[in-house]
């Protein structure tokens, strides 16, 4: 168990979750198989960064983080992701969307 990273002192835990129930995110990186998605080889890729997802459920890990399960529609996986990997498309701060200009339209319609 020493070689699980614990970014530190940080209790992520001690605050509200990052994201709600059914929120809209996309993802930051690519997430490949380390050995616990059950039907696919470890290193496969299972969720392309950019790629749109919900938030199904909210668990803990090593109380002290907190890990998103995340359904992707468009390859059918469900992955457990920490907040750092993710980014909102539901709850934008208002500059972000006056930069994104059009494009906050266009993220809008994506469901």
Do not use: W
């Amino acid at each position: 168990m020493g070689d699980i990273a614990r970014d530190g002192d940080v209790i992520e835990i001690a605050a509200p979750p990052r994201f709600a129930m059914g929120e809209r995110v996309v993802s930051r990186t690519v997430i490949r198989n380390d050995g616990t998605y059950c039907g696919k080889d470890i290193g496969d890729v299972l969720v392309a960064r950019g790629e749109v997802g919900f938030v199904r459920s909210i668990g803990t890990f090593l109380q002290q983080f907190y890990i998103y399960a995340v359904e992707f529609t468009a390859s059918g996986h469900r992955v457990g992701m920490r907040a750092k990997e993710l980014c909102t498309l539901d709850n934008l701060p208002d500059d972000v969307l006056v930069r994104l200009g059009e494009r906050a339209v266009q993220l809008q319609a994506i469901r």
